[in-house]
């Protein structure tokens, strides 16, 4: 079948001007906030809000012939399913959430999380990258086929609403709505990074998760810094022994040998490539303060360390006050809050058994140390890719971008890439996104790259039409 990618660009970009855009605009605006940060998300009825909006822009838009399933599980999220009937044997399983991070502090002047603002080619405001797109991006991808009449396979849409949660509420619905989904044998995930704005980029990879919360504890009570001081052992003086027993202070490098894992040769050889492209923006492109430096000076170093091994960060604590209400004191306790990011292959099972062993054995001066671990989630890595849609993808990105795709693995976790990867072992994978250099989804100023989403509809349309003649 002949028809070039760059065909498609004067329907998609029509219609996310006139009809994604509006939408996506409307929708962060709604503080739809994930069940983890807003337990009774149920009696404030954002989430609602934003179900509503979806169904109605989808029963707008949507073809005729397609079925729009609208689920709902007592005490659950809901879920949105939109069937697309298609030719041939193959079955497509399209991904996207409705669900957002929190606010987050620190928006510059002018932006907020519920305030979309448009600047130039960039879409501000909370969950329009991550990934409130997806669904509509979808959508016009599908669209663009049925307009110039080239087939597609049978595709169904999946839209959930807990994903920013850890997908809690996923199983039970691919569990009750198995039948209506099939067995895809092409799985497209719009929730994922790039590494630039020049390519379309394949995540490869997805590290897992772990969080915990450790506390130490010396005193009853707190008391007066002055007459304990050099006396009781302090408790942040005991916290910092313990992270580092997790972490080289130096180099930031993991001490546990049970959380590193071996890095697959064909991950290696991507993340030269990879390497080569972005060389040292990778640093750039996270908004770093003037003259500060990366981890490491080598540009692989950094993707691997990114992408293939452990590391820790301090997301949270409790016992340390205000500064502007922090008196002369010796606090009782120290807690703090840990995000453990583990290799695509670590289970958390086995990371929680290392890390829970080097933080307990032998306490510091006797110090009582408690450890709780929390919300995680297995690493991911996608089987190897088939020919055709290596081909495919080259050939969106070289019509849309003008540069060959590219391949990476994500730092970051999807938990539901993990459940998909079981449920369907035979599939191939495309996930992608747009979470670029600057993009900052769950942080303060999170844009949505308007062009390169626009370019991204028309490769997932190029890659659905290859997928069919392959089927």
Not at 124 to 130: I, K, L, N, Q
Not at 221 to 247: F, K, W, Y
Not at 367 to 384: C, L, M, N, R
Not at 431 to 444: D, E, K
């Amino acid at each position: 079948m002949n028809h070039s990618p760059a065909a498609f660009t004067t329907f998609t970009e029509t219609f996310w001007d006139q009809a994604i855009l509006p939408a996506l605009t409307e929708y962060i605006a709604i503080p739809n906030v994930s069940v983890d940060f807003d337990p009774d998300w149920e009696v404030h009825g954002h989430m609602e809000r934003a179900r509503q909006l979806a169904l109605d822009w989808l029963e707008a838009h949507a073809e005729p012939d397609w079925r729009i399933h609208d689920l709902k599980q007592p005490g659950k999220t809901p879920l949105l399913l939109v069937e697309i009937p298609g030719r041939g044997e193959g079955n497509v399983l399209l991904y996207g959430h409705l669900d957002k991070q929190p606010e987050m502090e620190g928006w510059r002047e002018g932006l907020g999380p519920w305030q979309p603002v448009i600047e130039g080619d960039k879409l501000y405001g909370r969950g329009g990258a991550d990934d409130g797109y997806a669904l509509f991006a979808s959508v016009a991808a599908l669209k663009v086929l049925r307009q110039r009449n080239i087939p597609h396979a049978r595709v169904v849409m999946l839209i959930e609403f807990s994903e920013e949660s850890g997908s809690p509420d996923l199983p039970a619905y691919l569990d009750s709505c198995a039948d209506l989904i099939g067995t895809p044998d092409l799985v497209i995930a719009l929730d994922s990074g790039t590494g630039d704005y020049d390519r379309l980029w394949s995540t490869t990879s997805l590290r897992g998760m772990q969080t915990l919360t450790v506390t130490v504890r010396t005193l009853e009570e707190a008391t007066h810094s002055g007459i304990a001081s050099g006396i009781v052992p302090e408790s942040m003086t005991v916290m910092r022994q313990l992270l580092d027993r997790l972490e080289d202070p130096a180099t930031g490098r993991f001490k546990l040998d049970a959380l590193h894992a071996e890095i697959p040769d064909i991950r290696m050889e991507q993340a030269r490539s990879a390497a080569d492209i972005l060389g040292k923006a990778q640093l750039a492109g996270l908004n770093p303060l003037p003259g500060l430096k990366p981890l490491n000076d080598d540009p692989l170093e950094l993707i691997l360390n990114n992408t293939w091994r452990p590391t820790l960060c301090v997301v949270g604590q409790d016992g340390l006050p205000p500064v502007r209400q922090a008196g002369n004191v010796m606090r009782a306790y120290t807690t703090l809050k840990l995000s453990l990011r583990l290799p695509p292959t670590v289970p958390c099972q086995a990371a929680r058994t290392a890390v829970e062993k080097a933080l307990l054995a032998d306490p510091p001066y006797g110090a009582q140390i408690s450890v709780h671990f929390d919300q995680g989630g297995d690493g991911w890595e996608a089987p190897a890719p088939a020919d055709w849609l290596l081909k495919a993808s080259d050939e969106a990105s070289h019509a849309l971008y003008g540069n060959p795709a590219a391949y990476l693995g994500l730092g970051a976790s999807i938990p539901f890439m993990n459940l998909l990867g079981r449920n369907f072992p035979e599939a191939q994978f495309l996930i992608t996104g747009v979470l670029g250099p600057g993009s900052n989804a769950h942080g303060p100023n999170e844009f949505l790259h308007i062009p390169y989403a626009k370019k991204l509809t028309a490769c997932v349309a190029h890659i659905l039409a290859r997928h069919f003649e392959h089927a």
